[in-house]
Nanobody, 120 residues
């Protein structure tokens, strides 16, 4: 089973930047798509960005041009660089990984979440 641990959240003023990191532990046959989701109070969890093992990326329209997702396939980590942050970016951000276990079954893992608060 793969475990995910996020870091890097915090409090920032509008227009500022934060960098979220997600480290993995455990064993898997493959880790395919890795992603960042977020959930604001009273709202459903939504996809922010994802990245395939080959490096293809996908972004929510609300973060295009401001956020960048990247991945290290050696260390099996995923990072979300967030620039030009807005108050509406305030949420708990979750790391997500999808892949194949050594038993050749599919898995989906989630981190515990890290709070990002954008306020003046």
């Amino acid at each position: 089973q793969v475990q995910l641990v996020e870091s890097g959240g915090g409090l920032v003023q509008p227009g500022g930047s934060l960098r979220l990191s997600c480290a993995t532990s455990g064993i898997a046959y493959t880790i395919d798509t890795m992603a960042w989701y977020r959930q604001a109070p009273g709202k459903q969890r939504e996809l922010v960005a994802d990245i395939s093992s080959g490096g293809s990326t996908n972004y929510a329209d609300s973060v295009k041009g401001r956020f960048t997702i990247s991945r290290n396939n050696v260390k099996i980590t995923v990072t979300l660089q967030m620039n030009s942050l807005k108050p509406e970016d305030t949420a708990v951000y979750y790391c997500n990984a999808v892949g194949i276990t050594v038993q050749r079954t599919t898995f989906t893992s989630w981190g515990q979440g890290t709070q990002v608060t954008v306020t003046s």
